[in-house]
């Protein structure tokens, strides 16, 4: 497996009781790809009176997974270091919606300031699906108004904005967690819970 996922997470998907530590965050290490310029085809900005839907960002094969939707409930899954195991976390909206909004707005922020919405798509068919889900990779997926964009990474492809945009959303994620009402979440029902968002 390559350094990027050994550096950041390695140990196993089973899920691990929270801990009240703060995580060793480590910088991840991979050679950068080659990140798409405007001439290469990338496309414009996606008009700015959209307002974010709906996000997905995972690490496969269960590493990390943020998935969040506009007046919806939010799943978060991540380690909180490269020896841990993964614990996933559903934030109801109805204890969570400030912090779910207050998350809401830091995603789009990001999307933002790594400009993931200017840049090329790459293998969109190929995000969040069951024979890709098992391969060290990079999903990514959101959509503004009807507008929706999608693109998978192999770890040595990713792109610097979009490594970038995952340190932001790991650092999000650990912190929108720790003060938030939360359920944990057990295996079958994590997997009962990404059938049903499956449909996005």
């Excluded at 009176?49 to 969040?68: D, G, K, T």
């Excluded at 993931?116 to 969040?128: D, F, I, N």
């Excluded at 359920?183 to 079958?188: D, M, R």
Aim: hydrophobic content about 35%.
């Amino acid at each position: 497996m390559a350094n990027w996922f050994k550096n950041v997470f390695g140990g196993s998907g089973e899920q691990k009781q929270s801990s009240s530590r703060e995580p060793e965050l480590s910088k991840p290490e991979f050679r950068p790809a080659k990140l798409p310029s405007r001439r290469d085809g990338a496309p414009k900005m996606v008009d700015e009176a959209f307002e974010l839907n709906w996000f997905e960002l995972q690490i496969s094969p269960h590493e990390f997974r943020f998935a969040a939707a506009s007046g919806r409930d939010a799943l978060i899954a991540f380690k909180r270091d490269k020896t841990s195991n993964c614990e996933t976390h559903l934030l109801a909206v109805k204890d969570n919606k400030s912090n779910i909004d207050l998350a809401f707005s830091s995603l789009h922020a990001f999307l933002q300031k790594h400009n993931v919405r200017g840049t090329l798509l790459h293998k969109p068919e190929k995000a969040m699906q069951a024979a890709t889900l098992s391969v060290p990779s990079l999903h990514l997926r959101f959509q503004y108004g009807n507008r929706g964009w999608a693109s998978f990474y192999l770890v040595e492809e990713i792109p610097p904005n979009i490594q970038a945009l995952f340190d932001d959303c790991y650092k999000l994620a650990i912190s929108i967690t720790a003060r938030s009402p939360k359920q944990k979440l057990s295996n079958e029902e994590v997997l009962k819970n990404l059938k049903e968002k499956s449909g996005q």
